[in-house]
């Protein structure tokens, strides 16, 4: 029997939850209005649970990009429904997506994290974040603590879930560029709508710009390996304790070598390679097998062939890495399954430059007040 068919308007009961758990963003949106006992359930922290953990049929990869014929940045959303094969039927789409928020062709849009279907962006000199469900078009202003005491400073922000309290925290730091200057970090709690400082002295700590990657419920960043040294900072986001840990590999602080933090299978990964590669031909993956455990890093793979062509820049599906490739002036994408070894280009897609965030279509709410997953 079809959803649309159903005459009652009475609350869901086992057999159409589990209907309505396989249908899409779009469609659910749209049952909403039946009445309000469903839009009562769809609405509900319980059912967007549900259906935020749903078994995946498709992958999504949202990539932030510069247009290749203009100025402008586009939002594009890759669509995968199978692993890489040695098929050579391409069956990844692209859509793009028109962002609900204004703006103009001259500010420079960022992505920050994204999380749960839930996009944190920043545009430059705008002095709020904005985050945003592409999925049900809904966005929020997040108006940020005042750091104009700082002067020039270097910001670094992630987006956590707590998954115990079904919220989110947004998580900002704040490093002045002036030496021995004192840095802040500040957390933002959705369902509290408000910011609070963080007695955490990560002042010792100069991170890299790149988004952090979620794992265990922490946030972690790569340190400067110049000024702070070869270091993981993590912060729990529930618990909102800091802690660091070594990175995991032996070449030191030469020049030439560069560390990205990612996450494959459910394990926190670090990516090591050469800017030189007929000097350093490296490319090595390690894996932290046991989390928190210093000696379960792993050097699960070695990729010195790909160093040459292609430069990691995140991981998709949780276990097939992406690189970014150069073709004459643009840049493309390629996908690589270090455990089986197959890779697949991207043709269709064509950039000056991009950022790739792993992205689930989910029914998650910007808005802020009571989310437990019990709530009425």
């Given at each position: 029997m079809r959803v649309e068919m159903l005459p009652s308007c009475s609350l869901p009961g086992e057999l159409i939850e589990s209907v309505l758990l396989k249908l899409p963003v779009k469609s659910l949106l749209r049952f909403k209005a039946v009445c309000k006992p469903w839009y009562d359930f769809i609405s509900s922290p319980y059912f967007i649970n549900l259906h935020l953990r749903r078994p995946l049929t498709t992958n999504n990869l949202l990539i932030l990009?510069?247009?290749?014929?203009?100025?402008?940045?586009?939002?594009?959303?890759?669509?995968?429904?199978?692993?890489?094969?040695?098929?050579a039927r391409d069956d990844i789409s692209c859509s793009q997506i028109s962002p609900p928020f204004p703006f103009g062709p001259e500010d420079e849009m960022q992505i920050l994290d994204s999380r749960n279907g839930l996009v944190c962006l920043s545009i430059r000199n705008h002095s709020n974040?904005?985050?945003?469900?592409?999925?049900?078009?809904?966005?929020?202003?997040?108006?940020?603590?005042?750091?104009?005491?700082?002067?020039?400073?270097?910001?670094?922000?992630?987006?956590?879930?707590?998954?115990?309290?079904?919220?989110?925290?947004?998580?900002?730091?704040?490093?002045?560029?002036?030496?021995?200057?004192?840095?802040?970090?500040?957390v933002y709690t959705l369902s509290a709508d408000s910011w609070k400082q963080l007695d955490i002295d990560f002042n010792k700590f100069v991170f890299q710009?790149?988004?952090?990657?979620?794992?265990?419920g922490c946030l972690h960043w790569l340190t400067n390996r110049h000024i702070s040294g070869n270091l993981i900072g993590?912060?729990?986001?529930?618990?909102e304790v800091a802690s660091c840990m070594p990175v995991p590999d032996s070449y030191g602080y030469r020049s030439e070598i560069v560390r990205q933090l990612t996450v494959i299978r459910g394990s926190l990964s670090v990516v090591v390679f050469s800017t030189s590669h007929l000097k350093f031909p490296v490319m090595e993956i390690w894996l932290m097998t046991e989390y928190g455990?210093?000696?379960?890093?792993?050097?699960?793979?070695?990729?010195?062939?790909?160093?040459?062509?292609?430069?990691?820049?995140?991981?998709?599906?949780?276990?097939?890495?992406?690189?970014?490739?150069?073709?004459?002036?643009?840049?493309?994408i390629m996908f690589y399954d270090p455990f089986t070894k197959r890779k697949k280009y991207f043709t269709k897609f064509q950039s000056f430059s991009f950022q790739t965030f792993n992205y689930i279509e989910s029914l998650e709410s910007v808005e802020t007040g009571r989310r437990l997953l019990n709530a009425d």
């Open positions: 990009s510069d247009n290749f014929a203009d100025d402008d940045s586009d939002f594009n959303l890759l669509t995968q429904n199978y692993p890489i094969s040695d098929s974040i904005i985050l945003w469900n592409p999925a049900t078009k809904k966005f929020r202003f997040l108006g940020l603590p005042d750091c104009r005491s700082f002067g020039t400073s270097f910001t670094y922000a992630g987006l956590g879930y707590v998954e115990a309290t079904n919220d989110y925290k947004l998580v900002r730091m704040v490093h002045p560029v002036k030496p021995r200057s004192i840095g802040f970090l500040w710009p790149r988004p952090p990657v979620f794992v265990n993590a912060l729990n986001v529930a618990e455990v210093q000696g379960s890093w792993s050097n699960q793979f070695k990729l010195e062939a790909l160093s040459a062509i292609a430069r990691p820049i995140g991981s998709w599906k949780d276990g097939e890495l992406i690189f970014r490739y150069d073709e004459g002036a643009s840049k493309k």
